[in-house]
């Protein structure tokens, strides 16, 4: 039996998550936004489910619930950062406090996270942390300015904590989701639409979503299932790309980038006595 810490439970993948761990016989630490979310599951799993809540904007709070959670549970194996969403408009588009939001939701929050979990992780000489990024996090959709931002500086985050942690034990596995059939699309923050972004790229991603032209052709479940199984490879995979789409896109993304490099190589050389 292992016990998991996961945030933003009360829906999609962190409650497909939290449902799955239970049943296999796993304990859970769930955190949530929406109270009594979570009600049916606790009823079902009274002496392994603990539900707290919390919104990871706030610091305080963040360390008083992962004190109370190793409290309770005695020790924590994994910890899922699952708590997120997306700001879904062109970057003109977007209010001052709605970028500062999105930031402080997709970016300090999880680090936050991290650095309440690392002393009791230090401390009990083992641990991991998966961070649940996106495809988004290696690749970019118009729309999705300020998403991808936080993606792209929580990929870095954890990339680099992944070389200080790995001598004490700790793994770090960054999760890059494609698109499935989850809360995701439903909750996704919007803002006042700007006519001159009608007939742009940002125009035509607007559109095709509003219209279902994206296919959606992953199963949350089959991805549930693999990011549960991850924890047992070791060392910990750095990432873990789930989803036709999110290999696909992200291939292309990195091949693009790695030849634009190798484009510029000589230039690049140039500098260098």
């Given amino acids: 039996m292992k016990t998991w810490f996961i945030t933003g439970t009360s829906k999609g993948l962190g409650k497909v998550l939290t449902e799955k761990l239970l049943a296999k016989g796993d304990r859970v630490v769930a955190t949530v936004r929406q109270a009594n979310a979570l009600d049916e599951l606790k009823s079902q799993y009274p002496d392994t489910l603990w539900v707290y809540m919390l919104d990871v904007t706030d610091t305080a709070a963040i360390k008083s619930v992962v004190r109370q959670a190793f409290g309770a549970a005695g020790s924590i194996d994994y910890v899922v950062n699952n708590a997120g969403y997306a700001l879904f ?13 999105q930031i402080d939701t997709n970016v300090i929050g999880s680090i936050q996270v991290i650095r309440a979990v690392l002393p009791y992780f230090r401390k009990q000489g083992y641990g991991r942390i998966l961070q649940i990024s996106s495809a988004g996090g290696q690749t970019t959709y118009p729309n999705f300015g300020y998403y991808h ?10 990339d680099t904590i ?4 790995k001598p004490l034990n700790i793994g770090v ?11 995701f699309g439903s909750a996704m923050v919007t803002a006042p639409v700007m006519e001159a972004y009608d007939q742009t790229p940002a125009g035509d991603v607007r559109r095709a979503i509003a219209e279902g032209a ?6 949350v479940h089959v991805t549930v299932q693999a990011i549960i199984d991850s924890v047992n ?11 036709g789409d999110a290999y696909r896109d992200v291939r292309a993304s990195l091949v693009a980038r790695l030849e634009a490099l190798d484009a510029q190589k000589d230039l690049a050389l140039a500098s260098e006595k």
């Fill in 173 to 183: 596995t960054i999760v890059e989701p494609g698109a499935h059939h989850t809360s």
């Fill in 214 to 219: 994206f296919p959606i052709k992953n199963d």
């Fill in 149 to 158: 931002t936080t993606k792209w500086a929580i990929e870095g985050f954890c």
């Fill in 162 to 165: 992944s070389q200080e942690l």
């Fill in 89 to 101: 408009c062109a970057v003109e588009e977007a209010g001052d406090e709605q970028i500062r939001q």
């Fill in 233 to 243: 490879v070791h060392p910990a995979p750095l990432r873990l790309a789930l989803g």
